[in-house]
């Protein structure tokens, strides 16, 4: 005799329970007499046989608790029926569920319809509309489980959208039963749901076409599934994108009308139609001739939309007229890497994986986020989309199928596939459980605990000992995300390598013509100029050679990413070839985190940095270390500099001691800025306390200004030590080098001269003549020193802003400064004497010197009408003369319309006019005196943002036009790579857009600087 199965102890024992928090309470209510009649109180077990397996089966659902409330609604319904027509009456009168009966004898109908109850709350609540419904879960005569593959049987119903809706729930609610009992892997649910979808489009589409009026011929008209239905692989809650496509002319007005209907039934019936994927999207027509498409696709379509073209199938309506579109379209489809945007569009998509998710959910989307389903859906119909013009095996519409193909095929590695296909099936099936819970759209996994537990238990997640079903979800969900992370790139870029291996590996069998294809479109102009420096890179069996397969498809990513994919790749093989028997250098990029990324950005994006790294590999040590990439205090980089001067008694080897640390620090700064916008490769260097700073960046142009101009500073103190030591001077002689232009504004670049004055202070009984010409030849030392030809970048020494210029004396003294300002100096001197400042040498005649000047830059009456006059008429004599000719005044950062000229210009004029009255207004930063003039009342608020909005924009492009190009330049060009590459150092996608940005706020910035020089 089988022995009786009995629940033991408590209802919380059996699930059932703890999520209301009661102690069982609830759960004993609905299951006792006044509910279920399958718990006894007293003996707190089942009433009989029968009611144990049903608990049984509750206590394993995904939510023992949501199944049971479920369950008591659907009996309660089935007992309001009509008559008691549901069961038949107990001998107390009381209506018996013909539900309850049907489970104890049905054990296939039990676990269906207690695992759809536990998982879905919405198929629930269709049930407890729909009582009898749950016999489309009941074991076949044969003992076969009901059919599941997405057929629609029909419905009994006047309203044939009714009737179409009710066949559409049964149909789903045997998929899903299907799916949570085991009776259906994924494959076979996607094909269902796909096959489902089919048939309620077409079922529409005869309702549709029924609807027309009478006497209106039958329309030739073809649905065409896209996306996830297209692919065969649909989820439960999903938009089911389509295109329709009409034969002739003559059937556009009645294919619409049906077009029309039809969205508006299957709406109403199951999910939106989406037929945003057309032609033009939803600005073009619904429906168009096949005709019409095709003049389309062959002249405007974009790479994105032959992608969509992939999973293009025939679904509804007229087959044969979608089967001849789609061959139509074909041919197209597999030469549209060959077309000359394809490139940009790649990267455009590829950039595009993650936008528009708030950053809180980032980390759980399943879909769009890192490791997500769109990676791994971006890759295979990337590959599909190069290697599938000469493969036809690779047409496959379904990601699975096709990931399959190109390993078959020799595209991808058989491990990277297959781990690729096992995290494609594990967040598919998460996919799955979130969204059939409620039957709605969601891609985020939730955050809530209670949530949570109910999603890692539908995925058939147990508790372990020491660890709990979540964490073992979540674990899972880790691993399989990393993977997908880390091969999204693999997939892409590794079996280049082995096309040009020595040693094949894992069977992948790229053709040197299938690599150059992969190539071309992730954007190398010389394919074949590539494969050759990855040839030398990784060919051989030796260890280098392993390591840099390894490393090469991340930083073949990031290469690509750029816009001269091939720079970067040759600047990696130069630093490579450098330092590539060197221990450590494999090793950091191998094991240091983000430095192997970090380098392939600035090799790619910087020319600048790229010379600075091939006459010092191993500055790049630097990118390992997030403080190694924030700027060095200025007295560190003076204590530092001075050290390294003293170290050596010759003054040319103490200065190139100093230049060499001149180079460190720019590579410091310039690798700091180029990735100050890179997202995670982002520097996040700590205070000494701990707390976060931000290291200096595009974003800040200040912080740049300011890092380069103490570099400057360091350099000119320790070098005017050196000249110092190496010239003979009369005994306390006081000599100081005072910062000019863009130096003593605190505003330098990364290709600065250095604009200064020279003073000295004779001392007491020493002829002028004597401590001239001493002053003199220390300042030619220091000039001579900083320019000698070196592997490191000169810094000039420009003293162009003396007191005549360059037919005045190199150096004069304090008192001869005075004696000129006070008697010859005009008003653009003491415009110029606005940033001087103090650099280095004796501080105390640097302080005399600022003194000195004061009354001269600061004049207490202001400036005289004539005086205003002089200095409009100097700025447009600038403009006229000093603008390079042929150069666009519209994108002249220097001295195009609204750019640093035009703002620095109205900003002094304020200074000279209101600084003697005013102190807040002394300072030599352009920001800082235009801030100060806002808050005096000086310039109005509006204008004030728009010419600090349009000085730091013309800042920070010469910033960034020096780093792509690795020399000086002030013109933004209008088009090529390097306004692409100005606009990605930005942080900006589209190159256009920037450009467009940038003439608006130069529009704005000249506005508002005209108005102020006019006031």
Not at 870 to 886: C, D, M, N, S
Request: charged share 25%; glycine share 8%; aromatic share 4%.
């Amino acid at each position: 005799m089988r022995r009786r199965p009995r629940a033991r102890g408590r209802l919380p024992g059996l699930g059932l329970g703890p999520a209301d928090g009661d102690g069982g309470a609830r759960a004993a209510d609905l299951l006792g007499p006044e509910g279920l009649r399958l718990w006894q109180p007293a003996e707190q077990e089942p009433v009989d046989e029968a009611a144990a397996e049903l608990l049984a089966a509750l206590s394993r659902a995904a939510d023992p608790d949501l199944a049971l409330r479920q369950l008591h609604r659907i009996v309660e319904a089935e007992s309001r029926s009509a008559d008691g027509t549901a069961g038949s009456r107990a001998t107390d009168g009381s209506v018996e569920s013909s539900l309850l009966a049907d489970l104890h004898n049905d054990p296939g109908l039990r676990r269906r319809l207690v695992a759809v109850l536990g998982a879905s709350s919405a198929l629930g609540d269709h049930l407890v509309a729909h009582p009898e419904h749950y016999q489309a879960l009941r074991t076949a005569p044969d003992g076969l489980a009901p059919i599941a593959e997405g057929r629609l049987e029909p419905a009994d119903g006047g309203n044939p959208v009714a009737a179409l809706r009710t066949a559409y729930r049964l149909a789903l609610l045997r998929i899903a039963a299907a799916d949570l009992t085991g009776g259906r892997g994924l494959e076979q649910t996607m094909a269902a749901l796909s096959a489902l979808a089919d048939a309620t489009l077409s079922a529409a589409y005869e309702i549709a076409v029924a609807e027309l009026a009478e006497g209106t011929d039958r329309p030739r008209l073809a649905v065409v599934a896209m996306g996830k239905c297209g692919g065969g692989e649909l989820n439960y809650v999903s938009d089911v994108d389509v295109i329709f496509v009409a034969a002739e002319d003559a059937d556009l007005s009645a294919a619409t009308q049906v077009a029309t209907r039809l969205i508006s039934i299957c709406g109403l019936v199951a999910w939106p139609v989406d037929a945003a994927l057309r032609p033009e999207g939803s600005r073009g027509p619904l429906v168009r001739t096949l005709a019409s498409h095709l003049a389309y696709y062959r002249r405007w379509a974009r790479t994105w939309e032959f992608q969509a073209l992939l999973k293009a199938r025939p679904a509804a309506g007229d087959l044969p007229l979608a089967q001849e579109w789609i061959d139509q379209l074909a041919p197209l489809v597999w030469r549209a890497a060959e077309r000359p945007e394809a490139v940009e569009d790649v990267r455009a998509m590829r950039r595009r994986i993650i936008d528009h998710i708030p950053p809180k959910e980032l980390e759980r989307e399943i879909k769009r986020g890192p490791g997500g389903l769109r990676d791994i859906e971006f890759a295979v119909q990337l590959l599909q989309l190069v290697h599938g013009r000469g493969d036809e095996t690779l047409r496959e519409p379904g990601t699975i199928p096709a990931l399959r193909a190109l390993v078959a095929g020799g595209y991808v590695g058989r491990a990277d596939g297959e781990a690729l296909l096992r995290g494609y099936r594990f967040l598919r099936s998460v996919e799955h459980r979130l969204q059939l819970q409620g039957l709605r759209r969601t891609h985020t996994v939730p955050a809530e605990p209670g949530a949570l537990r109910w999603l890692a238990a539908a995925l058939g997640f147990t508790a372990t000992p020491g660890r709990s079903a979540v964490e073992s979800f979540r674990a899972e969900w880790v691993t399989h995300a990393t993977e997908v992370r880390r091969l999204h790139a693999k997939l892409l870029y590794r079996p280049l390598l082995e096309s040009v291996a020595r040693v094949p590996a894992d069977g992948l069998r790229l053709t040197p013509e299938a690599a150059r294809n992969r190539l071309e479109i992730l954007g190398f102009a010389d394919p074949a100029g590539a494969l050759r420096h990855l040839q030398a890179l990784t060919g051989g069996v030796s260890r280098t050679a392993a390591i840099q397969r390894t490393l090469l498809p991340v930083l073949l990513s990031e290469f690509a990413d750029a816009p001269e994919p091939d720079r970067g790749l040759l600047n990696y093989r130069k630093v490579s070839d450098k330092l590539g028997s060197t221990p450590w250098y494999l090793r950091l990029l191998r094991d240091g985190g983000p430095v192997a990324r970090r380098l392939a950005r600035v090799l790619a994006l910087s020319r600048y940095v790229a010379d600075l790294l091939a006459r010092d590999p191993e500055a790049l040590r630097l990118l390992a270390e997030e403080n190694e990439l924030a700027p060095r205090p200025p007295e560190v980089l003076r204590e530092g500099f001075l050290a390294a001067a003293a170290r050596h008694a010759d003054p040319v080897e103490a200065t190139s001691a100093v230049r060499a640390l001149r180079r460190r620090e720019l590579v410091r700064v310039a690798c700091a800025d180029v990735l100050c916008r890179a997202g995670s490769l982002a520097p996040s260097p700590t205070r000494p306390d701990g707390a976060n700073r931000p290291a200096p960046g595009l974003s800040d142009i200040t912080q740049v200004g300011t890092a380069l101009a103490d570099v400057t500073d360091a350099t000119l103190a320790a070098a005017l030590r050196a000249a110092r030591a190496s010239q003979p001077a009369p005994e306390g002689l006081r000599f100081a080098v005072i910062g000019m232009g863009r130096l003593g504004g605190y505003e330098s670049n990364y290709l600065s001269d250095a604009d200064v004055l020279f003073v000295y202070d004779p001392p007491a009984g020493v002829a002028e003549s004597a401590a001239s010409a001493a002053a003199h030849a220390i300042a030619e030392e220091l000039r001579r020193l900083l320019g000698v030809p070196a592997p490191d970048p000169p810094l000039g020494v420009d003293a162009d802003l003396r007191p005549e210029g360059r037919q005045g004396p190199l150096v004069r003294s304090l008192a001869a400064y005075a004696q000129y300002y006070a008697r010859w100096s005009r008003v653009w001197e003491a415009q110029a004497l606005l940033r001087a400042r103090f650099v280095c040498g004796d501080a105390g005649l640097g302080a005399e010197f600022e003194a000195m000047i004061d009354p001269v830059r600061y004049p207490a009456d202001g400036l005289t009408r004539e005086q205003v006059v002089e200095i409009r008429r100097i700025k447009a004599r600038v403009e006229t003369e000093r603008l390079p000719r042929g150069a666009d005044p519209a994108t002249h950062t220097k001295l195009g319309r609204g750019g640093l000229a035009d703002v620095e210009w109205a900003v002094q004029l304020v200074q000279l006019r209101h600084a003697g009255a005013n102190p807040a207004l002394r300072g030599t930063r352009t920001l800082d005196a235009l801030a100060a003039a806002e808050r005096a009342g000086l310039i109005d608020p509006a204008d004030a943002a728009e010419m600090a909005a349009g000085w730091s924009l013309a800042a920070q492009v010469r910033n960034a036009l020096m780093l792509v190009r690795g020399r000086a330049g002030d013109q933004l060009p209008r088009h090529g790579v390097e306004l692409a590459g100005v606009a990605r150092l930005l942080g900006r996608d589209d190159p256009g857009e920037f450009l467009d940005e940038y003439l608006r706020t130069g529009r704005r910035s000249r506005a508002a600087a005209e108005r102020v020089l006019d006031a």
